[in-house]
Each structure stands twice: as structure tokens, then as C-alpha cells.
């Protein structure tokens, strides 16, 4: 039987509605949970939204339950699909992939592979996106892109500085950073994730503009001689900075396309205001 393959991911990927439709993806939403409300993560909330309401309240975020997972993997069953890649934030971030392999264990009628990205963002967003493009080589199995996309998370990076470490400490996100007395003294990690989907302080500066310029050179300095590359640049609240960032990053050889964005609203809740991340992906 012909395989008809769909690729699924989450709303961390930081793909957007063109991006999704345009791509054929499915993209299953995160929550972003206030006292008296509750809102799917880039469907009926924006990233502005939520920094309005910090003064306020700060919200909590949720991941898909298995009940909305299930009814996507169904829907797309129904649609004739034979088989599903389904690609998600890091499991050291989030409980969303340990959710997709509950499900897809039970689902009858189609076969899916769960894959835990070991990042998030636009990091995640491009692996999906090239999942995405060997389904549409029509010769490439479902067997071989699974592999392919494996291999594939050796060649992307995510690294990105934050104004303040308080929020990924409050939503138990800190990992392996650690920076108390640093932030005292107002050294800024760069913050990056390790093998095991987690954060960690890849470097570390003195000053806001001293960790943008770092964050620079580190990926300067990764750009190997014959190699082309994709850069993507993503911020919270801090557009004029990004830009000022993604802008010197268009002046290198090496990086023949980049992207500029803002990182989503679950993802803001636990980073806040002011947070600029750069992905580098090599391309085959």
C-alpha cells in the first residue's frame, strides 16, 4: 500500500499559520492558563497579550492533553493518512512528547513515530520543516525520513539570552543554568540545550550588549568554509535589538537565508520580555 505520510508537530515550533498551511503541517496548540481563562498558545492569543498582562497576573502554561492529541491523529486518519511523524518541543521541557507517545501507542489504523526534537522554537520549527520536504520526495520512505530527521537535530543549534533568569526558574525551566549571584552582577548566560533536551550556559558575559555581541561570534565562529546555512532570529519584546542582530548575520557568506520572527506566547510566559535567540541550521 502506497504510504501517505503527515508530519504533526506543536505550537513551540514557532511556524506560522502560512507556514503551516503552506507546508501541509498540523500543528496541535500548548495552553496558556490565567486564573479565570484559558487560551490555545498562538491560535486565540498573541505574544503582545501576554506581556500586557505580566503586570497583572502571570500566567501558567499546559500541554496538549491526550484527548486533543488523539482527535488530530484521528482526523488525519480519517483523511486517508497512513502514516504521521509527529515532531515536538524537547522532553526536557515539557511533558508534550511523553503525551504523543501515550497516544500513538494507542491509536489503531495508522502508524505514528513520535520524535523528541531535543529543542524547541525555530530549532524545532526547522527540523519539521525538513520532515516536511522529504515527504514531498515522493521517493523517501517513511522508514528513511525517520532517520534522515534523526541524523537531521545534529545539525541545528539554538542558543539565545534572556533579561532575567526569573521566569525560567519560576516555571521550573532552568535546567542546568544556574545564575543567582550572576545576575547580581549582571552577567547574562547564553543559554543553550544539551543532549538531553535541556537548558545549560553555553558562555557567559558581563552586560546585555556584551551577551548580544557573544552570541554573534558563537555562531560566527561555527560557520564552516563550503558549508551554507540557515539563520533564524527570534525575540520577545525585543525587536529593535533582533533586527540589529539578524542584520549582521545577512552580512556572512556562509548564511544564505534567514528568518526573523517573535517566539510564541507559551514560550514568552516562561522567558519574559526582552528574550533574543538565534537557530543555526546547516543545510545538506
Known amino acids: 500500500m502506497k504510504e501517505k505520510i503527515a508530519v504533526v508537530t506543536d505550537s513551540t515550533s514557532d511556524l506560522t499559520q502560512d507556514d503551516l498551511k503552506r507546508f501541509g503541517i498540523k500543528s496541535i ?120 530527521v534523526e541524523a537531521k537535530k545534529d545539525k541545528i543549534e539554538v542558543f539565545f539570552v534572556v533579561e532575567t533568569l526569573k521566569y525560567l526558574k519560576k516555571g521550573g525551566r532552568i535546567g542546568k543554568v544556574s545564575g543567582t549571584i550572576a545576575e547580581f552582577l549582571n552577567i547574562k548566560p547564553i543559554i543553550a540545550i544539551d543532549e538531553d533536551g535541556e537548558y545549560f550556559t553555553f558562555d557567559k558575559v558581563r552586560g546585555r550588549r556584551r551577551s548580544l555581541k557573544k552570541m554573534y561570534s558563537i555562531i560566527k565562529d561555527k560557520l564552516e568554509e563550503g558549508k551554507e546555512y540557515v539563520v533564524d532570529v527570534m525575540n520577545a519584546a525585543a525587536e529593535e535589538e533582533a533586527r ?13 537565508e534567514t528568518y526573523f520572527s517573535e517566539i510564541s506566547p507559551v514560550m514568552v510566559v516562561h522567558t519574559s520580555p526582552g528574550l533574543i535567540g538565534v537557530v543555526l541550521t546547516e543545510l545538506d
Open 29 to 148: 496548540p500548548l495552553k496558556v492558563i490565567y486564573s479565570d481563562s484559558q487560551y490555545h498558545d498562538r491560535v486565540d492569543i498573541t505574544p503582545a497579550e501576554v506581556y500586557e498582562s505580566f503586570e497583572k497576573e502571570i500566567p501558567t502554561t499546559s500541554m496538549p492533553s491526550p484527548q486533543e492529541i488523539m482527535d488530530v491523529y484521528n482526523e488525519l486518519k480519517d483523511e486517508g493518512y497512513t502514516h504521521i511523524i509527529s515532531i515536538h518541543i524537547s522532553s526536557g521541557l515539557s511533558a508534550t512528547y511523553s503525551n504523543c507517545m501515550m497516544v500513538a501507542d494507542q491509536i489503531d489504523g495508522i502508524k505514528v513515530e513520535v520524535i523528541d526534537s531535543k529543542m524547541l522554537s525555530k530549532g524545532l520549527g526547522r527540523l519539521v520543516l525538513y520532515a516536511s520536504s522529504l515527504v514531498n520526495e515522493a521517493e523517501v520512505s517513511f522508514d528513511k525520513i525517520i532517520e534522515k
Open 244 to 256: 540589529g542582530l539578524l542584520d549582521k548575520f545577512k552580512e556572512l557568506a556562509q548564511v544564505k
